[in-house]
Structures are given as structure tokens and as C-alpha cells.
């Protein structure tokens, strides 16, 4: 089957732009993760989701950054205003149930603020 | 908050060498997990370790896992071009399953 996709694979946008990236996570999979993993660094959490709800956003920056997963399928994150330190790749992950299960990655959307 | 540290940040070698890259946790793991991140991609899990003095074999590649469970070592025998890539470990940051990765260990090998 299918693994995890993302939509775009690479944005450029100019300072103070809207942006909206996509997640396509497992069929079937419940618990859906973002992550930002910046240059040199290892991915660092910002949301989790089980099913339609966000159980955890605690990793969120600020208030620039929601995301939302209304069908409980495909997610969305938003980052409006955006800043040159928003240049990251940006990681979504699925699993079967969340908890410890095993998250499975996509390979990212390469956000890049001139 | 929970600090994991990889060492070495960066690795270049001959194909055919041995490796061992390490990861300390600032406190005990509660389930250490070994990804590697080839460019362009996300994370592949390889291994998740759960007891202490636990040792796991993945074809070439042996994961060791401390004792007292703050530190883990991932060795290598002879090395091979495709073994190029980050190496991260990880841990659970909560019961819901977000994980704390380390900053990588980035891995070239020549061939």
C-alpha cells in the first residue's frame, strides 16, 4: 500500500505569506504527527492528532502555525506570517492507534522564506 | 524536557570500514529507537530497544542499549555506500507517542 505523501515537495515564499501544507498519512492509520526539522537538527514535534481532534499542540511555535484534520484523514498545517526562520522541512508521520505504535514518515515539504 | 545527544555530528569514511555512533539521554529512556534519514526523505525506523544491556542485530548494523538505559551505541561493520545517511535516535516525549529525536549522526561512506 501506499506510505505517507505530502503535498508540496518544495515551497518558496516570500516573507509575510500564507502557506498551507498537506499530509496524506497511511489509510487507515488514526494518529497523525507533524514535525520541523531544521537545518542540522533532528525533526522536533509540533502536533498530534487522534482521529479529527488535536489531542496535543504543544510543540507549536506560536499562534502563526494551526493545523487541522477535519475528516480525520488528511491533514493540513497553516503558517500564516511567515518568517525566515519558518525555512525548515516540515514531517508528517502516521501510525496505526498513536501511543508507542510506530510512526511511519513522509518525506517532507521543503518551506523555504525568502 | 528530555536532551538526547549524538556523537559524532558528522562521520565520513571508506566503504569496508567499522563504525560505532553513540546517543546518551539526559534521563532514562523509556523506549530508544534508531532512525536513519537518507536526503530527501523522512525517517526510517531500524530498531526500537526497550531493556537494559539489550542487544539487537540488523544484518550489518548492532544496536546496543545501556544498562542503567541513558545511552545507546549503533556500530557498523564494514560500511557500504548505501549505509550513507542520517542516523537519529529517539525516544517518547509522552504517552501519545511524540517522539524526542537527537540532533543526527551524518554518516558518508566512500566507496
Known amino acids: 500500500g501506499a506510505g505517507v505523501s505530502q503535498t508540496p515537495s518544495n515551497k518558496v515564499t516570500e516573507k509575510g505569506k500564507y502557506v498551507e501544507l498537506r499530509c496524506d498519512p497511511i489509510?487507515?492509520?488514526?494518529?497523525l504527527y507533524w514535525y520541523r526539522q531544521s537545518l542540522g537538527q533532528g525533526p522536533e514535534f509540533l502536533i498530534y492528532?487522534?482521529?479529527?481532534?488535536?489531542?496535543?499542540d504543544s510543540g507549536l511555535p506560536n499562534d502563526r502555525f494551526f493545523a487541522v484534520r477535519p475528516e480525520g484523514s488528511v491533514s493540513t498545517l497553516k503558517i500564516q506570517r511567515t518568517e525566515r526562520g519558518d525555512s525548515a522541512v516540515y514531517l508528517c508521520?502516521?501510525?496505526?492507534?498513536?501511543?508507542?505504535?510506530?510512526?511511519?514518515f513522509g518525506p517532507g515539504t521543503r518551506l523555504l522564506v525568502l | 524536557t528530555q536532551l538526547l545527544e549524538q556523537s559524532p555530528q558528522f562521520l565520513s569514511i571508506q566503504e569496508g570500514e567499522n563504525l560505532t555512533v553513540y546517543c546518551n539521554s539526559s534521563?532514562?529512556?523509556?523506549?530508544l529507537q534508531w532512525y536513519r534519514q537518507e536526503p530527501g526523505e523522512g525517517p526510517v525506523l531500524l530498531v526500537t530497544?526497550?531493556?537494559?544491556?539489550e542487544v539487537k542485530k540488523l544484518k550489518r548494523l548492532t544496536f546496543q542499549f545501556g544498562d542503567a538505559r541513558k545511552d545507546s551505541s549503533l556500530h557498523i561493520t564494514a560500511a557500504q555506500p548505501g549505509d550513507t545517511g542520517l542516523y537519529l535516535c529517539?525516544?517518547?516525549?509522552?504517552?501519545?507517542?511524540?517522539?524526542?529525536f537527537g540532533k543526527g549522526t551524518k554518516l558518508s561512506v566512500k566507496p
Open positions: 508521520a502516521s501510525s496505526l492507534v498513536g501511543g508507542r505504535e510506530t510512526q511511519y
Open positions: 489509510s487507515g492509520h488514526t494518529a
Open positions: 492528532f487522534q482521529g479529527t481532534g488535536a489531542a496535543d
Open positions: 534521563s532514562v529512556f523509556s523506549s
Open positions: 530497544v526497550v531493556t537494559g544491556g
Open positions: 529517539a525516544d517518547y516525549g509522552g504517552s501519545q507517542g511524540n517522539l524526542i
